[in-house]
């Protein structure tokens, strides 16, 4: 038996990136513990990808320190990303659900049973022997979430998963991220769509140029932000 | 004319001495593309997947490679594997298997520099995604040959075309024996240089002929799966 290895809680302790001379994140410190879900709003280029990134370990800090679970090993044992065109492997949709079991060390003999709960779950069981790529894009999006929850996460990053989706694909996405929230996993969701955050969120980190500038309750947010830079993008002004 | 008619009676008779022949080389060259595969295509990925110093320098190697001459290739094997040579004592020289290592050696160039170009533009789409799966480095070069077996079967299929349309390496390590190591492309040079038109042109016409059949169902095959897997 394995001991029971947690990556809750994520901690940035005075993390900063830089690519070149562009700083990505700037002194960032924050805590995600589990709870109800996190959500990272923000223009673009304010950096909440590069934070889900480090969250997932994809990238690593320039400056500062992270842990996970209090350990410093990046290895994602208990969380899975999803990004925001997320890409499908040249295999069935059923294929890819079980390439992300297999590669969580799911025992090999419960894999197929496994797939078909997950692909279930996000329903997709009708397309099950699909080509992945064939797809469209919000049952690519929900195939990459049945992918990302057979990892078996405490902690579940969604970088802006809905971007490119229509309502109805976004219902289904959201649907999904609500159900994953209820059953105790952690999500944390990058988004700039503030209809969502309504929907969705229980909190909100706001980002601006590489740093947090508020993180409140997100009826808090939408009602009363308290910076004046969180107002702007919530009445819908343009924040740059 | 009259060559050309003699030609595809020598064919469509099934002469026995040139199906012979036919049934050698393709034996010969597919046996050539499987063992060269076998080293091409990991030798490819790695080198698409890893960095240490000096890498650039294997990759333009690899690259120059892909063009070497049948001839020196068959000279280098003849001289490893000749009475004297480092490999001697095997006793292969002038038999297939001897021809066999000449055109793997041919065509693992070919086959290593195609997958490595292949496998380095996929992992740049897949590396995030496998990545955060935890996908180790075994796993990725897996996981990258499979999903690239489409492009990949068309490395293979130049080698093959490589390895087909040969003459040089064969006729040096092969000797060009009558009934044993006489393939299509040396039978081709030899009738050739008799004055055997008609069996030269048959040869040449069968060989044309199996090349476009290989390179037709290859790509029935990739059509199909492509509709199975996208």
Partial sequence: MRAPITDLPVMFDSVTVRAGATTIIDRLTLTLASGSPTFVVGPNGAGKSTLLRLCMGLARPTEGQMTWGGRTDPKPTRRALVFQRPVMLRRTASANVAYGLTHADYPREKVAARTVELLERVGLSELAMRPARRLSGGEQQRLALARALARDPELLLLDEPTASLDPAATRSVEEIVRAAAQSGIKIVMASHDLGQVRRLAGEVVFMLRGAVLERTLADDFLKNPSTPEAAAFVRGDLVV | ?230
């Avoid at chain 2, 012979?20 to 060259?29: E, H, P, Q, R």
């Avoid at chain 2, 590396?127 to 499979?146: N, Y």
């Fill in chain 2, 1 to 230: 004319m009259l060559d050309g008619l003699n030609a595809w009676q020598l064919i469509s008779s099934g002469d026995a001495a040139l199906f012979a022949i036919v049934k050698l080389s393709l034996a010969v060259s597919l046996s050539a593309v499987v063992l060269a595969a076998c080293i091409g295509l990991p030798l490819g990925a790695i080198l698409a997947l890893t960095s240490f110093p000096g890498r650039s320098a294997v990759v333009v190697l690899v690259n120059a490679f892909m063009g070497l001459p049948p001839v020196v290739v068959g000279l280098a094997v003849f001289l490893l594997l000749s009475r004297s040579g480092p490999l001697g004592d095997l006793g292969i020289l002038f038999t297939p298997t001897a021809m066999i290592v000449a055109q793997a050696l041919l065509i693992v160039p070919i086959i290593a520099a195609l997958t490595r170009q292949t496998i380095e533009d996929l992992w740049i789409e897949y590396r995030d995604e496998l990545s955060a799966m935890d996908v180790g480095p075994f796993g990725r070069v897996t996981t990258l040959l499979w999903d690239a077996r489409l492009s990949l079967l068309t490395a293979l299929l130049a080698g093959f075309g490589r390895a087909a349309a040969e003459v040089g390496a064969v006729m040096i390590v092969g000797g060009n024996i009558d009934g044993f190591t006489r393939t299509m492309t040396t039978a081709i040079a030899l009738e050739t240089s008799k004055g055997n038109l008609p069996l030269a042109l048959g040869l040449g016409i069968v060989l044309v002929a199996i090349v476009l059949a290989i390179n037709a169902a290859a790509w029935g095959a990739r059509v199909w799966s492509e509709r199975q897997a996208g």
